[in-house]
């Protein structure tokens, strides 16, 4: 049975198991047109990290970006919609730097990370995740994630089994993880590791963005909307079906 889980608020309501399917369908065509950018960007051993592991890495990403919308406190806000929303984007970061090789990882995680900054939540994901959690009380008081019931009805490609051992530990010891792999480095390494980090964010975007143009909150709203969210939608939306066309 499916999970009664949201992914994004009325009216239109979208099916948490839906946006992530509709992302990972944008993503079957979008990584094999960026596969050869992110072999060259990435630069380490080829014989180790194959276009497959490539592949399954990006896609947990694309999978699993959304990871902290399984929470309690996130589901219980978002249907009826009751606003602020606790943030959601470190958990996901989190769980994929515990899980991916080394290499791979750090830019994935960090990229998830980000990948709201355009709501200005930039700072304290990457520099206190866990202080933010407390604060958006998504954790009991041993620390454990307070994931919703309905997890239990969401697949292995939605939800893993391991996540519910996820702990506020595991945020802190990304954020310090992230903050050692972004500086502790060459100048000319850190240039390399951020346009790694862009690279997989791009990707992220254009999977995430063109999976939820149906949104009310990505449509134009009149004739004198120049500037709203609307246009990056859409101008998005064409680029990855343009991609798709190059692809068929």
């Not at 702990?167 to 802190?172: A, I, Q, V």
């Not at 975007?205 to 969210?229: F, H, I, M, P």
Request: hydrophobic share 35%; charged share 25%.
């Amino acid at each position: 049975m499916s999970a009664l889980l949201f992914s994004a608020p009325p009216p239109n309501e979208e099916r948490y198991e839906v946006h992530i399917q509709l992302c990972k369908e944008k993503f079957d065509f979008v990584f094999p047109m960026f596969y050869s950018t992110i072999k060259r960007i990435f630069n380490i051993n080829a014989q180790k990290y194959d276009y497959e592991l490539f592949e399954s890495s990006f896609s947990r990403m694309i999978r699993l970006h959304d990871l902290g919308k399984l929470t309690r406190k996130w589901q219980d806000r978002i249907n009826p919609y009751k606003p602020p929303l606790p943030s959601h984007s470190t958990l996901g970061a989190a769980y994929l730097w515990k899980t991916l090789p080394y290499g791979i990882k750090e830019p994935v995680s960090f990229a998830v990370a980000i990948h709201h900054t355009d709501r200005g939540l930039l700072g304290d994901n990457i520099e206190k995740p866990d202080v933010q959690a407390i604060l958006d009380v998504i954790v009991d008081n041993n620390g454990n994630i307070n994931w919703h019931d309905e997890v239990e009805k969401v697949g292995g490609d939605y939800f893993p089994e391991d996540a519910k051992k996820f702990k506020l530990s595991d945020l802190k010891d990304m954020a310090r993880g992230l903050r050692i792999w972004s500086k502790g480095c060459a100048l000319l390494e850190q240039h390399q590791r951020r346009i790694q980090a862009s690279l997989a964010h791009h990707i992220l975007k254009l999977c995430d963005v063109s999976a939820g143009t149906e949104r009310n909150e990505y449509k134009k709203k009149d004739e004198q909307d120049y500037y709203g969210g609307w246009l990056m939608v859409e101008n998005i939306h064409n680029y990855v079906e343009n991609i798709k066309q190059r692809g068929i």
